[in-house]
Nanobody, 123 residues
Framework: QVQLVESGGGLVQPGGSLRLSCAASGRTFGRYGMGWFRQAPGKEREFVAA????????YYADSVKGRFTISRDNAKNTVYLQMNSLKPEDTAVYYC????????????????WGQGTQVTVSS
């Protein structure tokens, strides 16, 4: 199996930035697409950003496009989410997710989930 550990969440003021990291371990031979989802209280988990193992082609939710950037370092089995110009509506628990090869863009795509990291955007 694969374990995913997120880090980098925290409290930030509107307009600020955070960088989330997700490190995969336990199955380093796997070739996975990786991505991020988020869930706010009272809301369903929603897609944020993802990219495939190849790194060719990135996908973003319309709500974060132009503000968030996803990247990965396959040698370190790590995916990152650089979040700029944060808004209060970005407040959520952010979950790292992986699936074989291609970018995970829906809940049903996902094989493994991280434990989540809290991002709070508030003045």
């Amino acid at each position: 199996q694969v374990q995913l550990v997120e880090s980098g969440g925290g409290l930030v003021q509107p307009g600020g930035s955070l960088r989330l990291s997700c490190a995969a371990s336990g199955r380093t031979f796997g070739r996975y697409g990786m991505g991020w989802f988020r869930q706010a209280p009272g809301k369903e988990r929603e897609f944020v950003a993802a990219l495939p193992w190849s790194g060719v082609g990135t996908y973003y939710a319309d709500s974060v496009k132009g503000r968030f950037t996803i990247s990965r370092d396959n040698a370190k089995n790590t995916v990152y989410l650089q979040m700029n110009s944060l808004k209060p509506e970005d407040t959520a628990v952010y979950y790292c997710a992986i699936k074989p090869w291609s970018a995970p863009r829906t809940d049903t795509d996902v094989d493994y989930w991280g434990q989540g990291t809290q991002v709070t955007v508030s003045s």
